[in-house]
């Protein structure tokens, strides 16, 4: 009887387990459609490029702790430099502004930027 208590105990405690690490596991996160992303090239000098451009938020929440990828790209569309700047807060149907820099690299053809990361907010203030 001792035995079959154990045995469920043991495997209670490997589910358990198995729940936790597999929560633990990173999963690409997609961008939601409600993001977008304009920039410009500012100015390029010897050894990087500025660019500057807005966030732009038309979904219904707040984002936060946005960051974008601004990357210099070859003929090809392989990333060869990148800047991460931080652009903060980006409210409900609101934009923010963000300015990067992106190391200059021989063979550069191009420059894309995209959302990098963000979260939701969890609350949103009552107007």
């Known amino acids: 009887m001792l035995r079959i208590v154990f045995s469920a105990a043991w495997r209670r405690l490997v ?10 596991i990173p999963v690409a996160a997609q961008t ?15 050894t990087s490029a500025e660019l500057s451009g807005r966030v732009f938020n038309d979904g219904g929440v707040d984002v936060v702790d946005v960051y974008v990828n601004a990357s210099a790209v070859d003929q090809s569309g392989k990333v060869i430099a990148q800047g991460i700047p931080y652009v903060g807060m980006v ?5 923010a502004p963000f300015k990067a820099r992106v190391p200059v690299v021989p063979g550069a053809t191009g420059y894309r930027v995209g959302i990098n990361s963000f979260r939701f907010a969890s609350t949103r203030d009552a107007p």
Do not use: E, F, I
């Not at 977008?36 to 100015?43: A, E, G, I, L």
């Not at 409210?91 to 934009?95: E, L, T, V, Y």
């Open 15 to 24: 589910l358990c387990a198995v729940v936790v690490a597999a929560s633990a």
């Open 32 to 46: 939601p459609s409600s993001l977008r992303v304009t920039h410009t090239v500012d100015k390029t000098g010897p």
């Open 91 to 95: 409210p409900a149907r609101g934009s």
